[in-house]
């Protein structure tokens, strides 16, 4: 009876003081991972969780979701969600490459440029126009270009991308709800980071989401943001079901060695800025230090003193790590967070991981070449992976020549969708088994098309790029892995290495792919060519085709007034012209000169005069009394 | 004859009183004003060395969200990422000057059209408002009978036509016509047409809608200079005319009393090299009583009521008629007893 009068008496005030009990928590934390090559690997994740009993059941039944009374979750966000019947959905902006070989495994993992992948409910409707309307909206939300995410990018692969939120199986195993494209070509900047960090409850103003000031993001390594929403537990024992949105951003940034060669680093340092203020909506404000190896501080020391100490894990898959409340810690002025190390960082060899991939293009020229992967099992047991392959339809592929360098006992083809051209890309995903301790490659030869002259984007001869490849598979430890379980929300919990099979998603490098160009300024060229080409020679052809040469004979030169006086006589002695002429002509050696005479009719005379012309030319002696002849013939 | 007489002497008492309502109507047109401002700022440059034209384009941006005009009301569009360009070595910043003194990118900006977006077909769909139904509203140009909007554009351009991302021209026809169907649509109250390009008056002597001010920083037949080089850099940062309006902008002040005729003047010829030309028979008003912060901020008139307007009490999602989980379900599902996750990994193992 008591108790029971406790718990009314709770449930009252609680009612009193907030008007309802939340049913929507908040929650941020930091990782700060210092890797054995020299960097260091930032997570941010910003939890939001929301309980109702409309969520509730939209969740239990498979329907669109219906939110009212935003609080803590994102209306721009919400509205998307409700609106385009999302149950799950996965965007990742990534500027870098994470190496797997070196870095292990993240907590996210995302290729370069855009990644989304959604998970809808069952509707009528036409999922394909849904997926075109979303991509859209998405595309206002994040201002980034996903509104170029079409039919020939989008691909619905069978056993890869398999929903991580709660779903049953007739429904995780129809892959027809879901929808997955790549967008490697997008660039991450400022102006995306802007509105996702609108989207959390404290914006910019307090809390973790302080620290991030564009600046040292974008000079980093590796720059990841993404948006997770899924449907989840509440709990371990999952009576109960919430709705769950992680923003996260990761980073990896350059090795902040001191001139002393010390990996030190300080929150200062990473991020430009100190935490000032606590964020009052978070219930959970918490800053991790991964010390694995280092719980008695002897390789770095941590300034302030951790708050309390996390250890989970056994032998390689061990895992430490010291805990800061920073709601607790932010009681007066700026919070900071420096390491100190005791010696100097020595780059020496990493051990590589269980399972790491790289692909590439060979082959050269602008006809064909192959994309080739390579996987690297350095584990002890032979792994199955399933490789997602998704390439445009400009790459032709010729599947009959997908071969492998070494031995493999089995490969099987999950799912394949050939391309159609301006239609459809290639969905290429198969199950791979890699044996222990070895390498083996595949290969696919591709011939590349030519595209029509308006398909090119403005700068062709950049090149193309082709998607990254993913690799799904589950490793028997959790060595390296960052996070091994769905069940939980809050990255503390997700941190708790839990031994036996890890799930893992690696994707490879994008490819950059020269198609052949043409050359845009070939038309301009041809038009200056060919106009050329007839203004010179249009003109002369057209005066020897249809005008005539004649001989002339030349008067010579005499002054302006004798030409006068020469005129006036010429009047009056008309009749003894041609004995003026002789008179004149004897003094001047006579020259023929051909002028033009439109008459065509003289053509015959003109070969006559040439040729005696010629005859002239030959005897060279000639008096002018036989040219007068000729004139008067 | 006398029955003409009389329907003209009808004609002529009634004629007065019609056109006093005309008058008063058109005082009344004279009278009406903005009641909200919007921008659309573009950059219509690709590649590296036209690094210019963004810092001119962010230049504007900069100044106009700091004058006021919310996010939602500017359509920025930016053909190319310097920002975040691998050839910049200050990432995440664009400077207007060599000596860094204003990062006109800052920490708060959101591109609306970036990139490959950035064609002469969605700039007339913008203007026209003739937009796919699925395009967000951040690249929607929301704009009613009551909006002033500023325009800028910058990057090549040459007699008669600015190019597009080195692929494609928008001619001034196809700007005057675009301009004409938002005046046709009732789109906007008065236009400022600011464009800072090379022979950029050709754009704007096609224009024949009404209410339109239009500026350029050189006249055809000229090349508009770019201001200076960064040597860190190794490109041109900013063009001049652009950097003369953005020293002035940087003085104004949201409620500053600076005209629009001492904005005509930002850039005489002996700063800019090239002659501002201004195109004003289609603006009525005279620009020595329009107010800079009319198009550059959100400064407009607000008009107190005492009028209480009832509105109907709201019923929830089914009385306002939202659809309803978008009709059929496909089957009926029941709550099931126990809630599981997915298997990852639905592949016969070889361990």
Redesign the interface.
């Known amino acids: 009876m008591g108790e029971f009068a406790g718990v009314l008496l709770v449930f009252l005030s609680c009612l009193v003081v907030t008007g309802r009990c939340r049913d929507d928590t908040f929650t941020e934390e930091l990782l700060i991972r210092p890797l054995t090559s020299g960097h260091i690997y930032s997570h941010f994740e910003f939890t939001t969780t929301w309980t109702t009993p409309e969520i509730t059941?939209?969740i239990?039944?498979?329907?669109?979701f219906?939110f009212?009374h935003y609080d803590l979750f994102p209306r721009a966000f919400g509205e998307i969600v409700e609106r385009y019947?999302v149950r799950e959905l996965h965007l990742s902006l990534t500027?870098g490459l994470w190496r797997h070989r070196k870095w292990g495994y993240p907590i996210v993992d995302a290729p370069p440029g855009a990644q989304l992948w959604v998970w809808f409910?069952?509707?009528?409707?036409n999922l394909d126009q849904t997926w075109?309307?979303l991509v859209?909206?998405l595309?206002?939300?994040v201002?980034?270009?996903l509104?170029?995410i079409d039919s020939t990018n989008t691909v619905s692969p069978e056993?890869s991308y398999?929903?991580?939120?709660?779903?049953?199986?007739w429904?995780?195993?129809n892959s027809s709800y879901m929808r997955y494209a790549a967008l490697p070509?997008e660039?991450?900047?400022?102006?995306n980071l802007?509105?996702w960090k609108k989207l959390l409850p404290c914006d910019t103003q307090s809390g973790l989401s302080m620290l991030l000031?564009?600046?040292p993001?974008?000079?980093a390594h590796y720059h990841a943001l993404s948006l997770h929403l899924r449907p989840s537990?509440k709990d371990v024992s999952?009576s109960s079901?919430h709705l769950e949105l992680t923003q996260a951003l990761s980073l990896v940034q350059g090795p902040t060695l001191s001139s002393s060669g010390h990996q030190d680093w300080s929150l200062q340092q990473l991020f430009s800025t100190q935490l000032i203020y606590t964020c009052p909506l978070a219930s959970m404000s918490k800053i991790y230090v991964d010390v694995t190896g280092n719980r008695d501080m002897k390789k770095f020391t941590l300034d302030p003193e951790p708050d309390i100490f996390d250890e989970s894990g056994s032998g390689p898959s061990l895992r430490q790590l010291a805990v800061y409340d920073v709601q607790a810690a932010l009681a007066g002025d700026g919070f900071n967070i420096e390491a100190t190390y005791k010696s100097r960082h020595i780059y020496g060899i990493i051990p590589s991981p269980h399972l790491h991939v790289s692909r590439f293009i060979t082959g050269y020229g602008q006809e064909g070449g192959s994309i080739t992967v390579k996987f690297t099992n350095s584990g002890s047991?032979?792994?199955?992976v399933?490789y997602l392959e998704v390439l445009p339809w400009y790459l032709r592929l010729f599947l009959h020549t997908s071969h492998s360098y070494s031995h493999t006992k089995s490969l099987y083809i999950?799912k394949l969708v050939t391309a159609r051209d301006r239609e459809q890309g290639w969905l290429y995903e198969a199950?791979v088994?890699i044996p222990a301790s070895s390498t083996i490659e595949l290969s696919l030869d591709f011939t590349r098309a030519l595209l029509k002259w308006l398909e090119y984007?403005?700068?062709a001869n950049h090149g193309f790029y082709i998607p990254a490849a993913t690799i799904?598979?589950?490793l028997?430890t959790p060595r390296n892995v960052s996070v091994n379980s769905?069940?939980c929300s809050t990255l503390k919990d997700k941190l708790v290495v839990q031994d036996g099979p890890s799930?893992v998603r690696l994707h490879t490098e994008t490819l950059l792919v020269s198609l052949p160009t043409p050359d845009?300024s070939m038309p301009y060229n041809v038009i200056c060519l060919a106009c050329t080409v007839v203004a010179l020679a249009f003109g002369p052809i057209h005066n020897i085709t249809t005008k005539k040469l004649v001989l002339k004979k030349i008067e010579n030169k005499e002054s302006s007034f004798s030409r006068i006086v020469h005129r006036v006589k010429n009047i009056f002695k008309r009749g003894h012209k041609v004995e003026n002429d002789c008179v004149e002509k004897d003094a001047t050696k006579e020259q023929v000169i051909v002028e033009e005479n439109p008459l065509y009719e003289d053509r015959e005379d003109l070969e006559d005069i040439t040729e005696e012309d010629e005859d002239e030319v030959k005897t060279s002696n000639k008096t002018e009394n036989s040219q007068e002849t000729k004139k008067d013939r | 004859t006398t029955m003409k007489l009389l329907v003209l002497v009808v004609v002529l008492c009634v004629a007065p009183i019609y056109a006093n309502n005309v008058g008063s109507f058109s005082q009344l047109l004279k009278k009406k004003t903005h009641t909200n401002n919007w921008a659309v700022l573009v950059d219509t440059s690709r590649f590296w060395f036209n690094y210019r034209h963004v810092a001119n384009v962010l230049s504007m941006y900069r100044s106009v969200k700091r004058l006021g005009i919310p996010d939602s009301q500017i359509i920025l569009m930016v053909a190319d990422d310097m920002a975040c360009n691998p050839r910049n070595p200050r990432p995440a910043t664009v400077f207007n000057n060599a000596h860094q003194h204003i990062n006109v990118y800052g920490e708060d900006v959101e591109v609306d059209y970036r990139g490959y977006e950035v064609t002469v077909e969605n700039f007339v769909r913008l203007l026209t408002g003739r937009l796919t139904p699925s395009t967000p509203r951040s690249k929607r140009l929301l704009t009613d009978d009551g909006s002033n909007i500023l325009i800028y554009m910058t990057g090549h351009g040459g007699d008669g036509f600015l190019k597009f991302q080195d692929s494609e021209e928008i001619t001034n026809v196809e700007l005057a016509d675009a301009f004409e169907q938002m005046w046709q649509k009732k789109r906007y109250v008065e236009i400022l047409f600011i464009i800072d390009t090379c022979q950029a008056a050709s754009m704007y002597e096609h224009f024949y809608s009404p209410n339109i001010l239009a500026i350029a920083s050189s006249l055809v037949g000229e090349d508009s200079l770019s201001h200076h080089v960064d040597p860190a850099i190794g490109v041109y940062i900013i063009d001049r005319f652009t950097y003369y309006a953005l020293e002035f902008l940087e003085r104004v002040t949201p409620n500053s009393d600076r005209t629009l005729a001492q904005f005509l003047q930002v850039c005489p010829k002996r700063v800019c090299i090239s002659t501002v030309g201004v195109r004003q028979d289609l603006y009525k008003r005279d620009p020595n009583n329009v107010l800079v912060t009319e198009f550059f901020g959100s400064v407009r008139n607000v008009e107190l009521t005492d009028h209480i307007l009832d509105l109907p009490k709201c019923g929830g999602r089914g009385k306002v008629g939202l659809n309803n989980s978008s009709g059929t379900i496909l089957k009926k599902i029941s709550s099931p007893e126990k809630y599981m996750y997915a298997d990852q990994l639905p592949i016969h193992r070889a361990s």
């Open positions: 059941r939209s239990d039944q498979y329907r669109d219906e009212s019947h500027q409910n069952p509707t009528s409707e075109r309307d859209n909206a595309s206002g939300l201002c980034a270009s509104n170029f056993l398999r929903p991580q939120g709660l779903a049953e199986e429904y995780a195993g070509r660039n991450v900047c400022t102006e802007t509105p000031h564009p600046v993001l974008y000079t537990c999952c079901v047991t032979s792994l199955s399933v999950s199950v088994e984007p403005p700068d799904s598979a589950v028997p769905l069940t799930f845009f």
